[in-house]
């Protein structure tokens, strides 16, 4: 007789009642959390790990009996590292869920082994709209760059900023931006002056600005990654133009904006999240993260708080279950009050609901802030259909 057979026959002979389901009750959560912690893009990384982290220290870490543990491996956002990541989690590792992924690429490549493990996927940063597509298994918990950048065209075209010439990093991102802006520019009726790449690496955006003079703009949409937000304004400022530059959340980061100077001061731009959003919830979310880590958080820390949120809660409907396609049902439709305010999943897209907020760069209690002077409520991806597609 098997000792696990005789341990059951002396329970039962003993009068005690072994729980369906206790040991894996018991069992640790294991979540995979795939971020680029170095090269480029670490300050993403850094920013949805500490958000994370800080959501379990302020809710606790232990749901119906089992312990959930993070387990974070670094890709530097390079798509093979991020391949080989998400296979070690998931044969290695045991995770119930993966999680993070700070960029488009790392995101759409890690999809098909959520699929083939039937694990959900909570896509914290990446942006691009077609990610959702790429796996039945993915949720996104940021939002996408379509959100902002057609809400800004919209209030654009409606405000007096008829001919807008647009430049960007080239770069996937970028060229995303300068599409979904450029076809909702247009369709509410404005003017595109020209279009104008400036390269990734190393990018002088001074003779751009020169040419730029010439098209007459009432505006100048701008994409590059945050990391270049400063070198920009200052080539912008130095080269006398005088029209309204604007942009989505990345251009002004609260991760970076506090350290950017004056000449960011007067940018518009559209996105999900600010550091001054005046809730409580978001007041203490800010206060919690700056006494936790020294500085306010960015858009990449509330999607990574929001996200681990969505996870949690998925947890606790299923009261602790890690059946994938419990905790994906668990997530769709989901909706609570995050500090960047009201959230839904949309049961349909597996894509954020939310408000889009205008904000204006000023300063305010000394430091250079977003301050939301609009809001578009409930907003959805707009590149998609009644049916979820696009």
């Not at 003993?14 to 090269?39: K, N, S, Y």
């Not at 057609?150 to 060229?175: F, S």
């Not at 509410?188 to 040419?211: C, H, N, R, T, V």
Request: with cysteine.
């Amino acid at each position: 007789m098997s000792r696990c057979v005789l341990l059951g026959v002396l329970a039962a002979s003993l009068g005690f009642a072994v729980a369906p389901g206790r040991a894996q009750e018991q069992e640790i959560i294991r979540i995979g959390l795939i971020l680029p912690m170095t090269g480029p893009e670490a300050a993403t990384g850094e920013q949805i790990d500490n958000a994370v982290r800080l959501y379990l220290e302020q809710n606790g870490d232990t749901i119906d009996g089992r312990k959930i543990e993070i387990v974070l491996r670094d890709d530097r956002a390079v798509p093979d590292e991020t391949r080989q990541a998400a296979k070690e989690l998931i044969a290695d590792d045991k995770v119930a869920l993966l999680a993070g992924f700070g960029t488009s690429p790392a995101a759409a490549i890690a999809a098909p082994l959520a699929t083939e493990a039937a694990i959900p996927q909570v896509v914290m940063g990446a942006g691009t709209s077609l990610i959702t597509d790429r796996s039945p298994f993915i949720v996104r918990s940021g939002g996408t760059l379509a959100q902002s950048a057609a809400t800004l065209a919209h209030w654009a075209a409606g405000h007096e900023l008829k001919k807008v010439a647009i430049l960007i990093a080239d770069y996937a991102p970028g060229n995303d931006a300068l599409a979904v802006f450029g076809r909702h520019f247009r369709a509410a009726g404005g003017e595109i002056a020209g279009e104008w790449k400036a390269p990734l690496s190393e990018p002088d955006f001074a003779p751009l600005l020169e040419q730029i003079k010439e098209a007459a703009a009432d505006a100048l949409f701008v994409f590059v990654p945050t990391r270049q937000s400063r070198l920009f304004m200052e080539q912008f400022r130095a080269s006398g133009l005088k029209i309204q530059v604007i942009g989505t959340g990345e251009l002004t980061d609260d991760d970076a904006l506090a350290n950017m100077g004056e000449d960011m001061l007067g940018v518009i731009t559209a996105h999900f999240y600010s550091a001054a959003h005046p809730s409580q919830e978001n007041r203490n979310f800010v206060a919690a993260y700056r006494a936790a880590y020294g500085d306010r958080p960015g858009y990449m820390a509330v999607a990574g708080y929001d996200g681990m949120h969505l996870i949690c809660q998925a947890l606790r409907k299923t009261r602790g279950r890690t059946d994938g396609a419990a905790l994906l049902a668990a997530m769709k439709g989901m909706a609570w009050e995050s500090p960047r305010g009201p959230v839904e999943i949309d049961p349909q897209t597996r894509e954020v609901i939310q408000n889009i907020y205008l904000r204006k760069v000023a300063v305010e209690r000394g430091e250079n802030r977003n301050i939301e002077f609009a809001t578009v409520a409930h907003v959805k991806d707009p590149d998609r259909d009644e049916g979820g597609h696009r």
